[in-house]
């Protein structure tokens, strides 16, 4: 059949093919605006990584320095050893070169070098500046070096958890090296060289070298010194007792500046062991700001310093012992079976009387006494700068039964951290006004709000240094101004009380009328027999107190009188076998003073043992 084409079908058919023309010229050239502009960059970076070779310049790790400029972190340049298979011109003699300057087996290196499927291999990370200039002097073909920085602890295993580490590529892993780790990173630089195909360097090409930029440095609030005799005080008290673990603060009490700090067990930060990973978090675990524990009788200080402020008590007024308190129809008893009488606050608050405090929290109330520990920072972080810190465990106002509002008084049925309490402690005891934890040192001064007023801040630093005073034997150090408080507190598993175990605390002041140190020093399941905070945990804050006065060059006053006061004239007698109420009158006889483990007529045990030197008011164990 015959088909007719007019003039207008052949403008059709002209229209259609321009059309197609067009699209395909508008696709080309949309394809050539994003290889061109859109996509430029990235190809511009694949080309540039196929004709040239770059080595990294890892930047300079910021250091770390004590408040008075002992370093405590550094960095030092060491060197990567690489090899290029393509610019190797004889592979068993660079083998062998290798291998003698690296202490490495020759079969190791040969494998590496001879390695065809990679243009580049690294031999072995971090040499010493002396062996990488004689490898350099060497000029030995197809063996580069690249500069690294290696982290190093001048202190070795001091502020193990604090300072924590860097992983091998300088990263923060722990501790204050990852919380800081952005400002403690510089920015690496590179030296890069243009090469052919094959990966070898093309002569007289242009080089490029871009400098690294160093980290900035951070200044610490902790005091070298100082952390110094705290940790040797935690060991010695980790081994003697064979706890599971000792946990040390010292704080500055106007300023919430943290001079020591620290967790037993620990290891040197220069030989992190690796091999188990999961033991090693355990270990980097800071306890200080991690884990909670009811800290028992130190707790009453919050107790007493809420019920002075909101005038539901005075220092003159009188509560009543008979060994237990009847609390909606349940006994909850005192730490001394056969009670402490009649007594004043000022009194049971030396004797730690359970219900002189059960009184004092009824007395304020759920909701009165919540809002003075919600002040004190009890169930919240502090903000301290350390990585994992928990908020503590509060019950809910609304949950709290009267039963547990009176335990709560005297430090049951609530859990804090240990860096909660000491905070708590010196926003107390430093005049009433709120300070707030930190790890770094401050330039200026920050003014915390008004917690209580300094009458009763007065009153509680008064308690607290009759409470060491009472019991000299374990705190008091001749000569000086220190104030306070003990603690025993049972541990829980599973939601029940576990058995045998214990934290044993001692919370002091420096000096006790007006303290600028706060000491926390805290054992935890303590196992070779002993377990009360006043035995375990406070004759270890003699210890750090004595050094603490050494280091400081703090002259004692009036130390004669003192040393006659503690003079060990009084021999401990045996009272193993004998019934309560004679072993009693025997030590008020003496003129000791005692606590009693356990119930029954009998005692089984005492400490410390007969024949013992004591002194005047000497605290005794006794075991029934």
């Known amino acids: 059949m015959k088909t007719e084409y007019n003039l207008y079908s052949l403008r059709k058919r002209i229209f259609a093919c321009i059309c197609v023309i067009s699209f395909i010229f508008l696709l080309l050239i949309s394809r050539l605006f994003y290889i061109q502009v859109v996509n430029a960059s990235t190809l511009q970076n694949k080309a540039e990584s196929q004709w040239t070779r770059d080595l990294p310049i890892t930047a300079e790790r910021g250091k770390i320095y004590d408040s008075n400029g002992a370093s405590l972190a550094v960095s030092y340049t060491t060197y990567n050893v690489y090899t290029r298979y393509k610019e190797i011109k004889n592979l068993n003699s660079v083998a062998l070169f290798l291998a003698k300057k690296l202490n490495m087996s020759y079969k190791t290196v040969f494998e590496k070098i001879s390695n065809l499927g990679v243009s580049e291999v690294l031999i072995k990370l971090k040499i010493d500046q002396d062996l990488a200039e004689e490898i350099l002097d060497s000029n030995v073909k197809g063996v580069f070096l690249s500069e690294n920085v290696t982290r190093y602890y001048p202190y070795g295993n001091l502020l193990t958890q604090v300072l924590g580490f860097t992983s091998i590529d300088n990263v923060g892993q ?86 020591a700090m620290s967790n037993k067990p620990s290891f040197d930060l220069n030989e992190v062991p690796r091999d188990d990973v999961s033991s090693l978090m355990n270990i980097m675990k800071n306890k200080c700001v991690v884990d909670v524990y009811e800290p028992g009788s130190t707790f009453k200080i919050l107790t007493t310093a809420s019920a002075l402020e909101c005038n539901v008590t005075s220092e003159n007024d009188c509560f009543y012992c008979g060994g237990s308190r009847i609390v909606a129809g349940q006994k909850i008893k005192c730490w001394k079976s056969i009670g402490h ?127 060491v005073n009472k019991t000299a034997m374990y705190s008091f150090v001749p000569g000086y101004d220190i104030g306070g408080k003990t603690g025993t507190a049972q541990k829980y598993e599973n939601g029940s009380i576990a058995r045998g175990k214990y934290i044993s ?100 045990d005492q400490l410390p043992p007969a024949g013992t030197k004591l002194f005047k008011n000497a605290n005794v164990i006794l075991k029934c």
């Open 505 to 604: 605390s001692f919370i002091g002041t420096y000096p006790a009328s007006n303290p600028e140190y706060v000491l926390l020093f805290c054992v935890d399941e303590p196992s070779a027999g002993a377990y009360y905070g006043s035995v375990v945990a406070a004759p270890y804050g003699k210890e750090i107190f004595s050094a603490l006065f050494k280091h400081l060059n703090i002259e004692p006053i009036n130390l004669e009188d003192d040393l006659k006061k503690v003079e060990k004239n009084i021999t401990m007698p045996d009272l193993v076998g004998k019934s309560l109420t004679e072993a009693i009158n025997a030590l008020i006889e003496l003129g000791l003073t005692y606590e009693i483990d356990g119930e029954g007529g009998v005692i089984l």
């Open 341 to 467: 009488g009649s007594q004043k606050l000022t009194q049971g608050f030396a004797n730690s009387c359970n219900c002189v405090f059960m009184a004092l929290a009824e007395r304020m109330g759920v909701d009165k006494f919540y809002s003075y520990l919600n002040e004190f920072g009890i169930g919240n972080k502090t903000g301290i700068e350390i990585s994992g810190e928990s908020n503590g465990i509060m019950l809910k106002a609304g949950s709290v039964k009267t039963v547990d509002l009176a335990r709560i008084g005297f430090g049951q049925t609530i859990a804090v951290t240990p860096i909660q309490l000491i905070t708590a402690v010196s926003s107390i005891v430093n005049g009433g006004i709120k300070v707030t934890p930190t790890i770094l040192k401050q330039q200026d001064a920050v003014q915390g709000k008004r917690l209580i007023s300094e009458k009763t801040s007065n009153s509680i630093c008064e308690m607290m240094k009759l409470v």
């Open 174 to 259: 722990a501790g204050l090296e990852s919380y800081f780790n952005d400002i403690l990173s510089g920015q690496d630089g590179y030296y890069m060289v243009q090469s052919d195909l094959q990966g070898k360097e093309i002569g007289n090409t242009l080089r490029t070298y871009v400098k690294s930029t160093p980290g900035d440095d951070i200044i610490l609030s902790i005091d070298a010194n100082i952390q110094i005799i705290l940790e040797q005080v935690m060991q010695k008290a980790y081994e003697k007792h064979k706890a599971k673990g000792v946990t040390g603060i010292i704080m500055k009490a106007k300023t919430g500046e943290i001079v």
